[in-house]
């Protein structure tokens, strides 16, 4: 059996905000795995236990380049917050989103040979280690070139979206993009929500419906039938669905219509979206963000 920490039962309670006793019965019941311990928290708190699940433990900024037709957004990780303010940091980020939608790399070890102002990026992101003083790496882009219309937003430097959509108000481009960054949706529709999320979730709801209907037996009450049962568990799958998909998402600015609703209304397509939040996906095993960036290090130089 595994040993359960203090540190295991604080990063748990980090990304789930149940509280500690909770948090230690779960990770005790999931020997250790946290991922495991999180859907245990879900079934037994339901959405109090996914409250702070989009919180992540990695410092950086988002950088977006729009042109004819060409869109790019990038992620540059550092250790602390106090070097995203700065300014060469930020520009680094800048002129490598730029080099993406100008010169169109194939990966991150094609970025970081590109020539930025007599250099390569590779040298200038370390020289700018040597004079800050602290780890950084570039982790991640993507580009977009389109014959469609492209809208991006930033929101400070922790998050950005790019948009790509066909209509003819170039607001409504912005309020998806606005909408996409502050409601995170995972997918455009829900029929492009990945499989193994939809199957997490029914796992989650079907033993949630199981505790109920005993808790049900043990309080003298009839149990639920299995079709019963069966309804509920897809139920909560469609909740789901309609809370992560885009266009199925009440729309930020009027809630009493969803996203799809609003873009038929106003004769206007979505064909796609990319949405950036810095430190997205990082699991982190540690508080050390210096070795998770030094491993991207190494890994690009490999």
Do not use: W
Not at 7 to 19: E, F, G
Not at 146 to 166: D, F, M, W
Not at 232 to 250: M, T
């Amino acid at each position: 059996m595994a040993v359960i920490t203090a540190k295991m039962v604080a990063q748990l309670r980090a990304k789930t905000d149940a509280p500690m006793m909770e948090c230690k019965k779960a990770l005790t019941e999931a020997d250790g795995d946290m991922q495991k311990a999180e859907d245990i928290l879900r079934v037994k708190l339901g959405n109090k236990a996914n409250k702070a699940s989009s919180r992540i433990a990695a410092e950086g900024v988002v950088a977006v380049n729009v042109n004819d037709g060409v869109a790019a957004i990038v992620e540059v990780n550092c250790e602390t917050d106090f070097v995203t303010k700065n300014p060469d940091f930020i520009g680094l980020a800048s002129s490598c989103a730029k080099l993406v939608a100008d010169k169109a790399p194939a990966d991150v070890a094609a970025l970081s040979a590109l020539d930025l102002d007599g250099k390569s990026v590779e040298a200038t992101r370390t020289e700018l280690v040597g004079r800050i003083g602290e780890n950084m790496s570039i982790r991640r882009f993507d580009r977009l070139q389109t014959s469609a219309k492209i809208a991006s937003y930033l929101h400070g430097t922790r998050i950005g979206v790019i948009v790509e959509y066909e209509g003819d108000d170039p607001q409504v481009g912005k309020d998806v993009a606005m909408h996409i960054a502050a409601m995170k949706p995972v997918a455009l529709s829900s029929e492009q929500v990945d499989p193994a999320l939809i199957e997490r979730e029914r796992g989650i709801a079907a033993q949630k419906a199981e505790e109920d209907s005993a808790k049900a037996v043990a309080a003298g009450k009839k149990a639920q039938s299995p079709e019963i049962i069966a309804r509920r568990i897809e139920g909560s799958v469609q909740k789901f669905l309609k809370e992560v998909s885009l266009l199925n998402q009440p729309f930020v600015k009027n809630d009493k219509q969803s996203v799809g609703q609003m873009l038929k209304e106003k004769n206007t397509v979505v064909k796609s979206y990319k949405l950036y939040v810095v430190g997205e996906g990082i699991e982190k095993k540690s508080d050390d963000f210096a070795a998770e960036v030094a491993a991207q290090m190494a890994a690009a130089k490999a």
